[in-house]
């Protein structure tokens, strides 16, 4: 009993540490990039207070401005859509064809969908080239669609990218209370479905939502990837401005932009107490609201016209993707033509080659990522104590933390960190900066079918003899393996939709299908665009198609074990 | 002024019947009971008058309330209160609130409603409940404070699932006729389903059996 207690210590501060350290590291390293100046770099005439520096940097408040209001309306956005949503799963159930889209759309990584919205959106892309053709004007307008200076554009592609996150978060909520009963008894008081989900169910999964709502608020107050394709361009968003910054040749601008990393984390803590603050707001009047006893009909006339607008705009993502897949095969599609004129398989021949290399580094950091996140996870499983309260909520939490602090506020301490150590640059490196993202994806996918093991099973196992570590791997291992295959694909996804810990970790000399994308995004031939994005695309949904087949092709008689299609 | 059923007929998509040409006539402040065994679909019987019956099912027949056919309206236009053995009070809702929820609006003002709640709880026997948290009441209260919640929603008839099933001996018959009498005094119609005889005993109404078919 001594020995699991303290091996399950052992274990948890391992994974904490590993979790956790890389964030306090860099954070620790900003300060001593701001205060611990050299004196040398003063000597050339510079400022010599990062801070005042960071102040007068061009657009700095711009760039404040628009992450601030692309980040909070965008999730403000996603969540009234995908709460709208869900509410078709009270009128008649989510039709698969729905749940596939959702999947596809929430599989796909970020730069995927954003390069996707440029294709459709941009003034030469395919809704003008509709109009175009519909109409007689030449040209492509000359005005800013994609990368507008209020960030509308990111907006829309942060909420196609979100808004699935949530809808496939509010669908596991749900299960986790009796609709059915509480719909019955509301609806026996004179309630409509829609005041009954507003009224009665949304109040109830909140606290379920709640987390993961946070975690796209970090995400769209702080993300680079979409930002530097769709955001505005000249001050960009807060993330991207630091980013240049980071990477400049100008060495001194490496203090300002840690000042600015910090003020990037401070600003996305400040938000959060905010909502915070909103949501307790929302709460005591939302209770004086539902103590009025209004049975008002307005929700059931606009839920069905919201539901419906959120289906589009999932459609809208699906198709953005559709057109990277089409652009992949166009060998001529010239303005303002709507279909490509000629398309063959010229381009994945030419450009493909050359994409290999970066696949194959994709492929081999998101494996290495996802299979050491499953080994800590088990680890961490393996030596848990049922009745211990700190697992129970706290733990949980903190391995939870990476996905609630900006990437570009500690990343690039950390990789100045690592340059110390020797480690900059290193494939190690890399790996585990994008474990902190898969890790807690890992964790929470693995945690409930863990713990939901018959415990019979291994008192059986016992009472034959069988130790322990047998039973882990002979036992408990094949009976996850569908879970543990669930867990794979997404943490290959997350993986391979990750850019700044690459670009920051890797030093530059490890490239990825996404740091190639980004790279050509600045202006590339659509056709390889194409091509990138829809390799990139297919990574992920061949890992959540093979989660869903191989369990059911090796339990095919063993009704018990089912595959991910729960 | 009643709640009529007529031929009232169920059955399993593509299956079996479950009930079989039903007629009964539930007259003003009256309590029906319907008695059977479980499994014989009472509970079905119940969500098909109060419009919670599930896609699985075929309903034929008739169902009218003061004259108006129920059948085509959805559960919350009914205007039917039901009474589950184990009522849902909203664990997001403190009891007071629940029962604040179930107010009809027609009650205007912060002040009326709360005194109109306050009396609904002091009726119930639970005074000085108003800010208490759901999960803390006993299977007694919730029952009490669930059946003000529905009265409070002023129901024009009252369907009762097996309602004191799940209580305790001791106090079955307190609830029960708590309930039985609020019924009386507002004089709607009520259709309850149990297995238990005392229970149609008790209400004093008519009753019919419905046996496995």
Known sequence: MRVALNSGIVVRILVLTIILGPIVLGLFQNVVSIFGQKPSLEIVGLSANPLNTLLIVPGLVTAVITTLFTGIVATAISLVLAFSFCIIFLYKGVKPRKLAIITMLLSAPHVVVAIGLTFLMAPSGWVFRLFASLSDFESPPDIFIVNDPFGVSLVVGLVIKEAPFLIFVIMASITQIPVQRNLCEARALGYDLANCWIRVIVPQIWPLVRLPVFVVLAYSLANVEMAVVLGPTNPPVLSVLLMRMFLSPDVTFLAPASAGALLQVLLVLAVFLIFYLLEMWIRFFGKMWLCLGTRSAIFRIIFPWMAQFSFCMLLLGCFALFLSFVWSFASHWRWPSVFPETMSTQNWIRFAPDLIPFLGNSIFIASSTTLSAIILAIAWFQTEKRDDAVNGKLLPFAICIPLFIPQIGFLFGLNTVFLKTGLGGSWFAVIWSHLLYVFPYVFIVLANPWRSIDPRIAKSASALGVGPFKQLLFLKIPILIPSILAASAIGISVSIAQFLPTLFLGGGRISTLTTEVIALSYGADRRILGVVTTLQALVPWIAYAAAFFIPRYIYKNRSGLGGISS | ?213
Request: hydrophobic share 40%.
């Open chain 2, 1 to 213: 002024m009643s709640l009529i059923l007529e031929k009232i007929t169920i059955s399993l998509k593509r299956g079996k019947k479950l009930i079989d040409g039903l007629s009964l006539n539930v007259a003003k402040g009256e309590i029906f009971t319907v008695m059977g065994p479980s499994g014989t679909g009472k509970s079905t019987l119940l969500d098909a008058v109060g419009g919670n019956l599930s896609e699985n099912f075929d309903l034929n027949g008739e169902v009218t309330l003061n004259n108006q056919d129920l059948l085509v309206l959805p559960p919350e236009k009914r205007n039917i209160g039901i009474l589950y053995q184990d009522a849902i009070l909203f664990p997001h809702l403190s009891v007071g609130e629940n029962l604040a929820f179930g107010l009809k609006d027609k009650k205007q003002g912060r002040t009326m409603r709360r005194v109109e709640i306050d009396k609904a709880l002091c009726q119930a026997g639970l005074d000085g409940f108003y800010d208490r948290d759901p999960a803390t009441l006993s299977g007694g209260q919730r029952s009490r404070a669930a059946l003000m919640r529905t009265l409070l929603s002023q129901p024009a008839a009252l369907l009762l699932d097996e309602p004191f099933s799940k209580l305790d001996l001791d106090m079955r018959e307190e609830i029960r006729s708590f309930v039985f009498s609020s019924i009386y005094k507002r004089n709607i119609p009520a259709l309850m389903v149990t297995h238990d005889p005392t229970d149609a005993a008790a209400a004093k109404g008519s009753s019919v059996s419905i046996q496995t078919i």
